[in-house]
């Protein structure tokens, strides 16, 4: 039965304004303040789920009014100390969305790690005490009579040269050995691997950045939430101990109008009461 049309008149009803046919931020949907927005661009399935997982954050947002500012407490929401319960919650979060496992970025992670040490074996058949963490003075002592010391920097690089009549060089990480055909194949090598490890860098960043977005309590709670209308029984099997005090607290009205909500989109039976 598709229960949307109710769901949103329900939401509605508590003074919330909801939007189905905006961006909602480049996100899925997107809760502030007293309005919902869900993304045009999701496919049906996915609207009840991202309206159920706003309104998790629309419900956090009144048990915790600076919500958005500290990212919430799990002891709050769940009135136990996180570490009791945060392995579930992400246990959940994994399953709710595959992206939090960050799986991309650990094997473009892993691809560079590989061409790191495929650089550092050709420059160490040439220089065998060559250490990643120390300086490469020969290296070092080359480099500077060379235009190939801006791509240290940038993987691509327009050089501009001349006062009256200006001339433009194009250089790039992957055409080094056109642009400079007498440089040894262990410096090459070297260029390489620091752009490799600039890259390595930046994806780390983005993982880092990513988890620490995933493991919010406001993230955590708003998936769990999301995750038992997606499967019950699933959600409950992977945070039985989350689960048990959800339930405990849902039912003696701690998340107030979610219950309703849960009832709606057919996670529950009982509907407390709705709001005229």
């Known amino acids: 039965m598709d229960n949307k049309k109710e769901i949103i008149k329900y939401v509605k009803s508590l003074g919330l304004h909801v ?9 899925q949907g997107f809760f502030i303040r007293n309005r919902i927005d869900i993304s045009k661009s999701i496919p049906e399935h996915r609207i009840i789920p991202t309206l159920i997982h706003e309104f998790a954050h629309y419900i956090h947002s009144k048990i915790e009014p600076d919500m958005n500012r500290t990212g919430g407490n799990l002891d709050i929401l769940f009135g136990v100390k996180e570490e009791e319960i945060i392995d579930e919650l992400i246990k959940v979060t994994n399953f709710v969305d595959k992206n939090s496992l960050c799986l991309k970025l650990y094997e473009h992670k892993d691809r560079i790690k590989n061409k790191i040490k495929e650089y550092e074996t050709i420059i160490k058949s040439e220089y065998p005490d060559f250490m990643r963490s120390k300086p490469f003075k020969k290296f070092d002592k080359y480099i500077k009579r060379s235009d190939a010391k801006y791509l240290l920097k940038y993987d691509r690089v327009r050089i501009i040269t001349g006062f009256w009549i200006k001339k433009q060089r194009l250089l790039s990480i992957s055409s080094i050995e056109e642009d400079f055909p007498d440089m040894p194949k262990s410096f090459v090598a070297y260029i390489r ?12 960043a983005r993982i880092s950045k990513l988890n620490k977005y995933y493991t919010k309590p406001n993230e955590l709670f708003a998936r769990f939430v999301e995750g038992l209308y997606i499967d019950k029984d699933w959600t409950c099997a992977l945070a039985p101990n989350a689960s048990k005090l959800f339930f405990e607290r849902l039912r003696y009205g701690y998340y107030q109008e979610l219950e309703n909500v849960l009832a709606l989109a057919g996670v529950i039976n009982n509907v407390i009461s709705f709001a005229q």
């Open 193 to 204: 691997l620091k752009s490799a490890q600039k890259k390595q860098g930046r994806v780390a």
């Open 19 to 27: 939007n189905t046919g905006t961006k909602a931020r480049g996100h």
